[in-house]
């Protein structure tokens, strides 16, 4: 099994060929106590739990130490370990414990408390890097009540309403995008800017035109995002990855200036939208400097999710003709009295937004969901304490047969059959008050994709699979090629 294992994490994206193994493991344990939860066990600390000390202890190998084919990694722990294993951070005596099981990931989210954090290796390798440096954190780097102060005043935009307004844009966005795509070929440089352009949309309000300082800073983003794991294998602080961040934190500031230079001189958007810069700083959320620290995080380091998202969603579709004419058939009857879908309109499509969960699922952005527990709890029957570190494998539970049938099919009709997903089996965007900020826009954006471009192309491909990596996200490592045939 262990050669097997290693062999099909050199292949592409082969390592979900364990999810049989894990379903031989996830069978043995749900057979014993792990799957006899009541409400009291999941959320409290009872004297029925097992002693922490009986967790089973992995020597010598730390989660983060292995970033590449991680889900490969921990199928492999789990079935030597169980549903439940504990292992040192590295360099720390600190423990992690790495959990696999809805009901495990539900009773990790529950003891997050109100400040949730990532886990102290996160938290602190990153925060060392942007004190070193000088860099004020942003949402996604700030912890404790830092953190929940910000979160807190910027929580009107993560709504689905806030979202909603950008559809009009993200429409025009999508007539941008059929274009660049004309001709196929490699779909991932397209998209990339298409992502970018969307979170530039939702940030500054307006549809920006790519000249030389913002593929500058598009670039310098997308070097930082893909390094950030370095940070959190290695204790050294790498140069490029600062050089990144500085000339990432430079064009930024350039940026958000054109745009507070407009703002002041009551120059409209090229869109209805007006972005959060200007929301923050007129309704006074944040100052300006501090808005401008906030949005260039945000543009610089959140469309390389969307975009490879994007990618996988398209090579999902292009492989399924039929799928996709059902698709083409849904999006053309909602349009046949309005030339232009509304937020009414998508809310009836549940194919197309089935398509989009699917690729989360199929294609899960995290390997795993972490958080610190603040509370002395019980998770998969033991007392865990208060200060531990959880990992949750959230990529491997995508694929394992235990929660999905035939989990390595694109079925997007599975999302209809509601009550047989377990909840906390899939969380593409996390969970809690820490879950991803941009979820709504981002979903919006997925859905203007197929909106824009399945009714203009019939798209196919002759390739079977796409090499994946995890970087500080699941990213498309080789071209991904596909015919466009207009309709
Ligand atoms: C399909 C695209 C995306 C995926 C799959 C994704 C996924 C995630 C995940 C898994 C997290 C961690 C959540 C947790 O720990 O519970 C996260 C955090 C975050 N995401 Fe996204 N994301 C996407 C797009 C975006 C976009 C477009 C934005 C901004 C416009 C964004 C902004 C953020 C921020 C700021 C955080 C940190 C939140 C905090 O710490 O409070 N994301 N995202």
């Not at 097997?4 to 057979?31: C, D, E, G, P």
């Not at 995080?297 to 399924?320: G, H, R």
């Not at 979820?439 to 824009?452: G, V």
Request: glycine fraction near 6%; aromatic fraction near 10%.
């Amino acid at each position: 099994m262990f050669s097997t294992l290693v062999r099909a994490s050199r292949q592409r994206y082969a390592f979900f060929a364990v999810h049989k193994m894990a379903s031989i493991v996830v069978t043995r344990q749900s057979s014993g106590k792990t799957s006899d939860y009541c409400h009291h066990r999941l959320y409290s600390n009872s004297d029925e739990s097992k002693p922490f000390s009986e967790i089973p202890t992995v020597e010598g190998w730390s989660p983060t130490a292995t970033a590449e084919d991680q889900n490969t990694n921990y199928a492999r722990l789990l079935e030597r370990y169980g549903q439940v294993y504990k292992m040192r951070e590295q360099g720390s005596d600190a423990w992690t414990i790495v959990v696999h099981g809805p009901k495990a990931v539900q009773a990790m989210y529950a003891s997050e408390g109100r400040c949730p954090s990532r886990g102290r290796l996160f938290t602190e390798a990153i925060s060392r890097v942007y004190k070193d440096n000088k860099w004020r954190p942003s949402m996604a780097f700030a912890g404790g009540q830092e953190w929940r102060r910000i979160r807190l005043a910027a929580r009107k935009q993560a709504t689905p309403k806030w979202a909603w307004q950008a559809l009009d844009p993200l429409h025009r966005l999508g007539a941008w995008l059929g274009g660049a795509l004309n001709g196929g070929g490699d779909i991932r440089p397209a998209l990339g800017h298409w992502a970018y352009k969307g979170t530039a949309l939702f940030v500054l309000g307006d549809i920006v035109d790519l000249d030389h300082t913002h593929k500058t800073f598009m670039r310098a983003g997308l070097k930082f995002t893909r390094s950030l794991k370095s940070i959190l294998t290695s204790r050294n602080q790498n140069s490029d990855f600062v050089e990144t961040g500085n000339t990432m934190r430079q064009l930024g500031r350039q940026i958000m200036e054109r745009r507070y230079q407009r703002m002041k001189e009551g120059r409209e958007t090229n869109t209805t939208l007006p972005g959060v810069f200007e929301e923050w700083i007129r309704e006074g959320v944040f100052s300006p400097e501090e808005a401008v620290v906030h949005c260039t995080d945000l543009m610089a380091t959140s469309f390389d999710a969307t975009a490879n998202m994007a990618t996988f969603l398209l090579f999902e579709i292009a492989k399924q003709p039929s799928l996709q004419e059902q698709l083409y058939r849904e999006i053309t009857i909602a349009t046949t009295t309005h030339r232009r879908v509304t937020i009414a309109d998508l809310q009836q499509m549940r194919l197309l937004r089935d398509c989009v969960k699917e690729t989360l699922r199929m294609y899960p952005p995290m390997a795993i969901g972490r958080r610190v527990v603040t509370m002395d709890t019980t998770i998969s029957g033991y007392a865990i304490p208060s200060g531990t570190n959880v990992h949750a494998t959230m990529g491997l539970m995508s694929h394992d047969p235990t929660y999905f049938n035939e989990p390595m099919r694109f079925k997007p009709d599975r999302w209809r059959e509601k009550d047989t997903i377990q909840s906390f089996s899939c969380l593409p965007f996390g969970f809690g008050s820490r879950a991803c900020y941009g979820r709504r826009f981002a979903e919006l954006q997925l859905y203007s994709l197929l909106l824009s471009v399945v009714p203009r192309y019939k798209l196919s491909t002759t390739q079977q699979s796409i090499q994946v990596e995890y970087s500080s996200g699941l990213v498309a490592m080789e071209p991904v090629s596909l015919t466009l045939e207009a309709r």
